[in-house]
C-alpha cells in the first residue's frame, strides 16, 4: 500500500533526509517525537542507505510513568513508498533502556499492530544497540494481541529481548508479503505467539517467549533461522490450522529443529507441511487429523512409532518447485492413510523425493486407507523411491502405484489391497499377497537379479502383460495368475517349487499358449519336470484359455514339461457335464443288469 491508514492513531512521519535521534524535535511531521499511541512511519526519508535511528535513553523520554528510561510509541511502519535503504532502530545511549510497542487498533486492515513492513524490499531492524553501548529491550504493550505485518518483501527483524507490559501478551506474526520476521531474543511475553501469516524465523526455543506459550500455525510459516541447531520444548502445544501457508521451514541443509511435544488440530484439518532443506525431528504423538506434506527436507521420527497420526496422507515434493522431500524412519514403524509424490519441476538425476531409514533397527512403513495413490512416476519431475531396512504393508482396500526405482530389504505385504509396481523393487525379502492383487507396470520389475518368494493367500497376481522372475511360490485359498486380457506376451519363472505346500485352488487367466508350450505367454517353475508335483498340478487351472491361437471357454487342467513350463492339456468338464455321464453310465448299467437277468431266466 502507498499510504499508511491507521484508525484511532496520529500518523508520524520521518522527515530527515538522513538517520538521527529518534526522540529529535526535527526529525518528524508533523509531532516530534511520536506520542504513545502514534503510528511512526518511514516513507521517502531518511535517504541514505542503512540509516540508523537512536534512541537516547538518557534523555527527553515520552514515557516514563512505569520507571525511568522507558520510550513508546504505538507502531512503526514501513511504507510502501519505500524501495530503498533499509531503517534499524536501537539504543544511542549509555543508559538502557525499554521500547514500548502499544499497538494500533487498526493498520492497513490489521488489528493491534506493532511494527508494519509494507515494502517491497526494505529490512527493519530493532536492535539492542543503534551506536551507543547502552542495551534496548522491547515490551509489547497491548495485554490481549500484538501484532507484526509482514506485507512487503523485505525482513523484520527484532534482535532486542522482547518482554511485555502487563502479564498475558500474545505475538502475533501476520502478512501476506514474500517476506519473513525473525525473532532472535530471549523474549518473556507469556500470551501465546500465533503466525497467520508469512513467516516467523526464531533462533531458539527462547524466540517463542515464556516457557508457557504455546504456538499456533493457521495460513504461516514458523521457521528456524538458516542452519541452526536446536530444541523447542516438548511442553509448548503447537496448534496446526488448515489455512493456505501453513507450515514449518528448518532452513539450511544442516539446520535440525526437534519437537518432541504434539503437533495438534487448532479446530480440525490441521496440516503439516514441512518445508527448507534442514531435519524437523518429531518425538511426540501427533494428532492434527490433515495431511502430512514434506515439501522439503526432512522429517525424521524419534522416540516411538507412529509419530505422524496413523490417519494422516502423506506426500512428498512441491509443485511448481525443484525441492524434494524425505521420510527417515530412523528405526521405527509407520502407518498412514496414503503415500504419494507430488509432481515437481526437479530435472537433476539420481535425486529423488524418500522414505529412507538410516538405522539399523529394521522399520515398517503401512499404508492404510482406500483412495487410489501413486508414489512416483518413473520421471525426473515426480520421483519417489524407498530405501533401506524397511518392510511395507499395504491394507485397507486402496490401490498404491509405486512407480520408482525402491531397493527396501524388508518384505512387501499386500493385505486386501492393489500394489502396483510401474517402476522396480530391487531388493524386498518376500512378498505376500492375501485377499489382494500385485500388479506389474513393468518388465523385470520386482529382484529380477535376486528373485524374492511369492506368496498368494486368496491372492492375484496380475502380469498385465509383463515379464517377472520370483523364488519359490506358494498358493492357498483361491487364488489367481491373471496374465492380462489382450497383452502380446507375458513371461513369469518361478524356482522350483515342489517342496512348498499348497492348498486349494490356483487359477491361471488369460493364458495364451500352446499344449508343446513355447507359446505366447509362458509360466515356469524351476528348469523340469519336477518342479511341481503332481498334486500342485491338480491344482491349477486355467480358465478360458487360448490354445494355439484358438479362444477356448471353460476350465483346463495342467501339466508340466521337461523344461518346467506349466501349460494347459485337456478341458475339465463342468459339474453339469459330469452329472450327464455318470446318469448315463448309471442307465447304462442298470440296462445291462436287467439284460444279463433275462438271459439267465432264458437258459434256465
Given at each position: 500500500m502507498a499510504f499508511a491508514t491507521a484508525a484511532h492513531a496520529a500518523i508520524d512521519t520521518w522527515s530527515n533526509t538522513g538517520g538521527s535521534s529518534w526522540t529529535s524535535t526535527t526529525n518528524w511531521s508533523p509531532t516530534s517525537p511520536p506520542a504513545t499511541t502514534d503510528l511512526a512511519?518511514?516513507?521517502?526519508?531518511?535517504?541514505?542507505?542503512?540509516?540508523?535511528?537512536?534512541?537516547?535513553?538518557?534523555?527527553?523520554?515520552?514515557?516514563?510513568?512505569?520507571?525511568?528510561?522507558?520510550?513508546?510509541?504505538?507502531?512503526?511502519?514501513?511504507?510502501?513508498?519505500?524501495t530503498s535503504n533499509n531503517i534499524a532502530i536501537g539504543d544511542s545511549a549509555t543508559t538502557s533502556g525499554t521500547f514500548t510497542l502499544n499497538g494500533v487498533s487498526s493498520v492497513n486492515g490489521y488489528s493491534n499492530v506493532v511494527l508494519d513492513d509494507e515494502s517491497s524490499s526494505v529490512n527493519l531492524t530493532i536492535e539492542p544497540s543503534n551506536t551507543g553501548p547502552g542495551t534496548m529491550s522491547v515490551a509489547l504493550g497491548d495485554s490481549t494481541n500484538n501484532e507484526i505485518v509482514q506485507d512487503g518483501g523485505g525482513t523484520i527483524t527484532v534482535s532486542c529481548n522482547i518482554g511485555q507490559v502487563a502479564s498475558g501478551a500474545q505475538l502475533t506474526i501476520g502478512g501476506a508479503g514474500g517476506g519473513s520476521v525473525s525473532l532472535t531474543g530471549n523474549n518473556t511475553f507469556s500470551g501465546g505467539f500465533s503466525i497467520l501469516g508469512s513467516e516467523a524465523d526464531i533462533?531458539?526455543?527462547?524466540?517463542?517467549?515464556?516457557?508457557?506459550?504455546n504456538i499456533t500455525i493457521n495460513g504461516g510459516r514458523l521457521g528456524s533461522n538458516s542452519g541452526l541447531v536446536f530444541t523447542i520444548l516438548s511442553t509448548r502445544n503447537i496448534y496446526l490450522g488448515s489455512a493456505a501457508g501453513t507450515s514449518v521451514s528448518v532452513k539450511g541443509a544442516t539446520g535440525d529443529l526437534t519437537y518432541n511435544g504434539v503437533f495438534q488440530d487448532l479446530t480440525t484439518g490441521g496440516v503439516l507441511v514441512k518445508q527448507g532443506a534442514g531435519t524437523l525431528d518429531i518425538g511426540g504423538a501427533n494428532t492434527y487429523t490433515g495431511a502430512t506434506s514434506i515439501n522439503?527436507?526432512?522429517?525424521?521420527?524419534?522416540?516411538?512409532?507412529?509419530?505422524?497420526?496413523?490417519?494422516?496422507?502423506?506426500?512428498?515434493?512441491?509443485?511448481?518447485?525443484?525441492?524434494?522431500?524425505?521420510?527417515?524412519?530412523?528405526?521405527?514403524?509407520?502407518?498412514?492413510?496414503?503415500?504419494?509424490?507430488?509432481?515437481?519441476?526437479?530435472?537433476?538425476?539420481?535425486?529423488?523425493?524418500a522414505i529412507i531409514n538410516t538405522s539399523a533397527t529394521p522399520a515398517t512403513l503401512t499404508v492404510n486407507g482406500n483412495g487410489n495413490y501413486t508414489y512416483g512416476s518413473g520421471t525426473l519431475t515426480n520421483t519417489g523411491v524407498i530405501n533401506g531396512a524397511i518392510s511395507m504393508?499395504?491394507?485397507?482396500?486402496?490401490?498404491?502405484?509405486?512407480?520408482?526405482?525402491?531397493?527396501?530389504?524388508?518384505?512387501?505385504?499386500?493385505?486386501?489391497?492393489?500394489?502396483?509396481?510401474?517402476?522396480?523393487?530391487n531388493g524386498t525379502s518376500s512378498l505376500s499377497v492375501t485377499s489382494g492383487t500385485l500388479q506389474l507396470g513393468s518388465n523385470n520389475g520386482i529382484n529380477h537379479t535376486n528373485p524374492a518368494p511369492l506368496s498368494l493367500s486368496t491372492g492375484v497376481l496380475n502380469t498385465a502383460g509383463n515379464k517377472a522372475s520370483f523364488a519359490d511360490l506358494t498358493a492357498t485359498g483361491a487364488s489367481t495368475i491373471d496374465l492380462g486380457v489382450g497383452s502380446t506376451s507375458s513371461l513369469l519363472n518361478f524356482a522350483d517349487s515342489h517342496n512348498d505346500i499348497?492348498?486349494?485352488?490356483?487359477?491361471?487367466?488369460?493364458?495364451?499358449?500352446?499344449?508343446?508350450?513355447?507359446?505366447?505367454?509362458?509360466?515356469?517353475?524351476?528348469?523340469?519336470?519336477?518342479?511341481?508335483?503332481?498334486?500342485?498340478l491338480g491344482d491349477i487351472n486355467f480358465l478360458n484359455p487360448t490354445i494355439g491361437g484358438v479362444a477356448e471357454t471353460g476350465d483346463y487342467s495342467a501339466a508340466i514339461l521337461s523344461t518346467g513350463e506349466v501349460v494347459a492339456v485337456s478341458a475339465v468338464p463342468e459339474p453339469?457335464?459330469?452329472?450327464?455321464?455318470?446318469?448315463?453310465?448309471?442307465?447304462?448299467?442298470?440296462?445291462?443288469?436287467?439284460?444279463?437277468?433275462?438271459?439267465?431266466?432264458?437258459?434256465?
Open positions: 512511519v518511514f516513507a521517502a526519508n531518511p535517504t541514505s542507505g542503512g540509516s540508523g535511528i537512536g534512541i537516547n535513553f538518557g534523555g527527553t523520554l515520552n514515557n516514563t510513568g512505569a520507571g525511568a528510561d522507558n520510550e513508546a510509541v504505538g507502531a512503526i511502519e514501513i511504507s510502501a513508498a519505500r533462533s531458539s526455543d527462547a524466540s517463542l517467549g515464556a516457557s508457557s506459550n522439503n527436507g526432512t522429517i525424521q521420527l524419534t522416540t516411538g512409532n507412529n509419530r505422524l497420526p496413523t490417519g494422516t496422507l502423506l506426500s512428498l515434493g512441491q509443485a511448481s518447485s525443484v525441492n524434494l522431500g524425505t521420510l527417515d524412519l530412523n528405526g521405527f514403524s509407520q502407518q498412514v492413510a496414503g503415500l504419494q509424490s507430488t509432481v515437481g519441476t526437479n530435472s537433476t538425476s539420481g535425486t529423488s523425493n504393508v499395504f491394507n485397507g482396500g486402496g490401490t498404491e502405484t509405486l512407480g520408482g526405482a525402491s531397493g527396501y530389504t524388508g518384505s512387501t505385504t499386500v493385505n486386501n489391497a492393489n500394489l502396483v509396481v510401474s517402476g522396480s523393487l499348497w492348498s486349494g485352488t490356483l487359477t491361471i487367466a488369460d493364458w495364451n499358449g500352446s499344449f508343446s508350450g513355447g507359446g505366447p505367454d509362458e509360466i515356469f517353475f524351476g528348469s523340469s519336470a519336477s518342479g511341481l508335483t503332481s498334486t500342485q453339469a457335464t459330469w452329472a450327464t455321464v455318470l446318469s448315463g453310465l448309471a442307465a447304462l448299467i442298470l440296462f445291462q443288469s436287467r439284460r444279463d437277468r433275462r438271459s439267465r431266466s432264458l437258459i434256465g
